[in-house]
Structure formats: C-alpha cells, structure tokens
C-alpha cells in the first residue's frame, strides 16, 4: 500500500502571521510534523503543499519534498481542505505518481508522534476502514445526550432526538470529536466521494494533555508551555 504523507502550509494565515514557519521553542512549526512524519515507517513519500516559497524553502530544509507550488486559489480562507488534497493527489498522478492513501498531517497540531501516524494507518487497514482520524473525548456536559437545541417557537429539543435525557452520567455513552493532528483516508474516498471521510470512520483517541491547535496566540502560548519554553518561565 502507497501511503503519501501530505503537510498543507499556506502562506496568509490570519490569527498567527506567518505561523507555519515562525519559530516555536527553537525551530520552525513546519518542523515538528516534518520530524514526526519522516520518522513514521509507513509513509511512502511526505510532500509539503504550499503556495508560499519561503514556506517551500524552510520545508526543503525539514526534508519535505516539494514538487510543485499549490495555486493561490487554493490557498484562501475558504479553500476547502479536500480540494486540496486532491490537487495535491492528481498533481502527483499527473508525473506518474499514485497512492493508495493519503495521510493529511497540519502543521498547526505540532505534538502528533510518528507512532501516532503508524498506529492510525494500521488501523485503516485492520478495520478496512475509509477514514480514521485523531479525537478527543467529550466532557459529558457536553455530550449529545445531554445537548439541546433550540427550534423556531424557542422551545428546546435534545440534539439525539429522544425525549428524554439519559439521567446518569455514568450510562452517557462515549462521545468524540475531530482532534486534526492526523486524517488516513483512502485515496478513491477523496477523489471519488469529495470527502476526507466516507462511511466507514474509525477514531484514534489522543491523550488531551499532549494535544494542541494552533490557531490564536493563546493557542500558541500553550504549545510554548506544553514544549516546555514558555516565556512565563
């Protein structure tokens, strides 16, 4: 099985300038999930797509093979993520270059382990699964089960649809959502479905504590503090 490991970095990122390759506890952000994918033993390639060539050149200098430049069209805020994976997957095709799987690795979850990459793409295969992706759990406050919506008139409804809440904290059933450090989807799934996801999901449960998305710079104070570099110290 061809697994392509694929590291989307754009240049125009709004809430930390120039996040991808600003330097976090000593090197660039660009560089942790560089580390982390080329020490997974089962990536096939790790290729960076960017539309920003200063963002190309650090990923050289990481050991990312940059083959081609994405176009800015597909490097605004509104860029849907599965566009550009598969730019990036028929661009390949294009020069003779096809994968089976593609592992979407953003450099803005900067602690992912290659372990962590090994371990998802072998569930892919032992479930025969679409897609399995990184998750945390739910506090139970906040699980479906225990969600409301409100509907026109004001009135409340749970979000599962039953009538009723389940009473006990401890009968909640385990309730996940999306970590994004690491996405393994088949191939024929992005191309074919439009869709990083498909039918058949599995989750890969992450420790919370070693789980960070870059986003704002409180975001990226945290990671500060979770490396271990915190300017508070």
């Not at 089976?100 to 793409?121: F, G, H, N, W, Y």
């Not at 710079?217 to 503090?225: C, I, S």
């Amino acid at each position: 099985m061809r697994i392509l490991g694929l590291v989307p970095a754009r240049g125009g990122s709004k809430g930390v300038p120039r996040k991808n390759i600003r330097i976090l506890c000593g090197k660039p952000l660009l560089q942790y999930t560089a580390e982390a994918a080329l020490q997974a033993t089962l990536l096939t390639q790790v290729v960076l797509s960017t539309d920003d060539e200063e963002i190309a050149r650090v990923g050289q200098e990481c050991g990312l093979d940059v083959p081609f430049l994405r176009p800015a069209s597909l490097a605004n805020d509104y860029s849907p993520m599965v566009v550009v994976v598969q730019h990036a997957l028929k661009t390949l095709a294009e020069r003779g270059v096809e994968f089976d799987v593609v592992c979407l690795l953003q450099p803005t979850t900067p602690l992912r382990k290659a372990r962590d990459i090994d371990a998802c793409i072998n569930l892919l295969a032992y479930h025969r699964a679409d897609t399995v992706f990184t998750v945390l759990p739910i506090p139970s406050q906040y699980n479906p089960h225990w969600v409301y919506f409100q509907n026109d008139q004001g009135c409340l409804y749970l979000s599962t649809g039953e009538s009723t809440p389940v009473s006990r904290r401890q009968d909640l059933p385990p309730a996940f959502y999306r970590e994004g450090s690491i996405y393994v989807s088949r191939t024929k799934v992005v191309l074919e479905q439009d869709s990083l996801y498909g039918q058949e999901l599995v989750g890969y449960p992450i420790d919370p504590d070693a789980s960070v998305n870059i986003d704002t710079l409180d975001d990226w104070e945290r990671a500060e503090r979770m490396l271990g570099c915190s300017r508070d110290q």
